[in-house]
């Protein structure tokens, strides 16, 4: 699903009003009318209505009507407060409209709006009425137009409406909520229905923001989303449909050479368990074959606790030791492969042999980069942007949002702050495909085009995850998916398989990265049949 920032939205409002022809009324109106929709389907699920088929007429509206309070910004969001108080008032509500601002200052539109509904009669808040005798709460005080942090005197109102614990229904966003990063103010509404105007914004998605919107619907101004791409939209919710139409059948005549080789350079002492998930992974997401490079030293104990399956591929010398023969050794072994996974459990001692580390670079294999690796990479002078533009070959990194703050040298804050911002720019910067983890993956390559992840759940904040998600984006790309789809289908199913496991026989507590193999054959079979189904309707 499209989202756009509040920036492209107001490009698009502007498009549709100058270039269109639309007038800005008749898109309030839309937007107004779409509200009032909702917030009378909200009350017949409240049991407003004495019988369902009065709801055409107006005044069958049963003697218990409920109250609405629709608090009133003075910018357009307002104005599409207001129209949605005209036609409850006109439906035979009780609507009563509260100013968040002095009536002077009323944009234009809104004040317009105002008028209208004043005429018909509507009314305003008496000074002893109070929000918590209401039913419904409307927050129209900021959309689009607004920006964090919040300006007096808009937060003792906001105070208020939390005091009230009424169901609050948000026009375009919750105010206090950034459209674009998902940050919140102290005082943000907690929205149970959010009508969002145009396209969904990427906040609504991403955390802390996405727990104060609640369900989400999309009043559509009428404009196609290829027309909203052409000027410039380019972030994307990951759907269910979405992912569904990224997963690739497999040719049925097909055989272990289809499917790729996949090389994994990763363990260290102590932490050959992260190579053996990865492993796995890469195996469990469709790999034809996956390669483990072990050094010499490597006891044949812990290889037995890798998968059968694996094949194991010697080079010279000790782990953590790197020595130009052992590079020699691995760059040829990363000849007879398709793609790569360096770092998971690969310790910081490349960092002290530069030259061997730029070797790695001119690998000609995709490569999905991660932990170890990329935390030697932020150890170079110019945390390891030379290293990328070495790359002729495409190049997912998976950082967790502390790796990403070193390579970007910024704090982890500033990363959780600017999630989309941070991903796109390095994508874009580096030439790669940055895979961003933590609640609400982001997904960015350097087109720029930006994805938000919605599956998966706390139980991925386990050692090992990361490691898995690595391999399964590898046996993708070794299967034949180009890094953008398998960038987007591994983080859609490695969410998904964690969500299954807790739903069936973990909680989100107790699971283990080695859980998620259970689980990923029914994810994979979920997008599966979605396709399908796609493809017949
Ligand atoms: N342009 C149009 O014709 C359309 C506008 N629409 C509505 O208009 C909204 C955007 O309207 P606006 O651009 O007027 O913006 P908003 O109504 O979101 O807010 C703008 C007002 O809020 C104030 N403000 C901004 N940040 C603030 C802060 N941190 N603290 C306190 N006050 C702050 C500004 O001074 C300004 O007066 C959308 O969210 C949507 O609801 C829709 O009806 C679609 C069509
Ligand atoms: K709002």
């Known amino acids: 699903m499209l989202l756009v920032t509040s920036a492209e939205m107001q490009t698009l409002d502007e498009l549709m009003i100058k270039k269109m022809g639309v007038p800005s009324a008749a898109l309030m109106e839309s937007i107004g009318l779409r509200v009032a929709q909702v917030i009378i389907d909200l009350l017949d699920g409240m049991g407003v209505h004495e019988q369902m088929g009065e709801r055409s007429n107006a005044t069958a509206v049963s003697s218990h009507v409920k109250r609405i309070a629709v608090v009133v910004g003075k910018g357009h969001n307002g104005a599409d407060g207001l129209v949605a108080a005209r036609y409850l008032h006109a439906f035979g509500y009780q609507v009563r409209v509260w100013l968040a601002a002095p009536e002077d200052e009323l944009a234009p539109m809104t004040r317009l709006q105002f008028e209208a509904y004043l005429k018909l009669q509507g009314q305003l808040a008496a000074e002893q009425d109070d929000l918590a005798d209401v039913d419904v709460i409307v927050d129209a005080i900021l959309g689009n137009g607004s920006k964090l942090p919040l300006r007096e005197p808009i937060k003792p109102l906001l105070r208020a409406i939390r005091k009230a614990e009424r169901t609050v229904v948000a026009i375009d966003l919750p105010t206090g909520l950034d459209a674009d990063t998902g940050q919140i103010d102290a005082d943000c509404v907690q929205a149970a229905i959010t009508v969002t105007c145009g396209f969904a ?139 790569g996974v360096i770092g998971p459990g690969l310790g910081m001692n490349l960092r002290e042999n530069v030259e061997l580390l730029f070797t790695l670079a001119n690998l000609p294999v995709t490569l999905v980069l991660d932990a ?75 087109q720029p085009r930006i994805w938000i992840n919605q599956t998966g759940n706390s139980g991925l904040a386990t050692g090992g995850t990361g490691d898995v998600l690595a391999g399964m984006i590898a046996g993708l790309v070794a299967s034949g998916y180009d890094v953008q789809d398998a960038a987007i289908v591994g983080v859609y199913v490695h969410g998904l398989a964690a969500q299954l496991a807790c739903q069936k026989e973990q909680s989100e507590e107790s699971l283990l990265a080695s859980d998620l193999f259970r689980w990923l054959g029914t994810a994979f079979r979920q997008i599966s049949r979605a396709m399908d189904i796609s493809l017949d309707g």
């Open 372 to 446: 170890d690796f990329l935390s030697v990479l932020a150890s170079l002078r110019d945390r390891g942007q030379s290293w990328f533009a070495r790359r002729s070959f495409p190049t997912v990194i998976t950082p967790h949002p502390k790796e990403f703050a070193r390579l970007l040298d910024v704090s982890v804050e500033q990363v959780q702050a600017n999630r989309l911002g941070y991903a796109k720019e390095f994508a874009v910067a580096s030439n790669v495909v940055v895979v961003l983890k933590g609640a609400g993956t982001v997904i960015a390559t350097p």
């Open 201 to 339: 914004k990427p906040g609504l998605y991403m955390d802390p923001g996405r727990n104060f919107v609640g369900r989400i619907v999309v009043a559509s101004l009428a404009l196609p989303r290829e027309q909203a791409e052409a000027h410039g939209a380019h972030h994307y919710l990951i759907t269910p449909d979405l992912a569904a139409s990224r997963y690739r059948k497999r040719p049925t005549d097909s055989h272990k050479g289809t499917f790729g080789r996949v090389g994994i350079l990763a363990g260290s002492k102590g932490m050959y368990g992260a190579a053996r998930l990865a492993v796995e992974a890469a195996y469990r997401a469709g790999a034809g074959l996956v390669y483990y490079f072990a050094p010499t030293d490597l006891s044949a104990a812990w290889l037995t606790a890798f998968p059968v399956e694996a094949i194991i591929k010697r080079y010279p010398g000790r782990a953590g030791e790197w020595t130009k023969e052992a590079i020699d050794a691995l760059v040829a072994l990363f000849r007879e492969v398709t793609t």
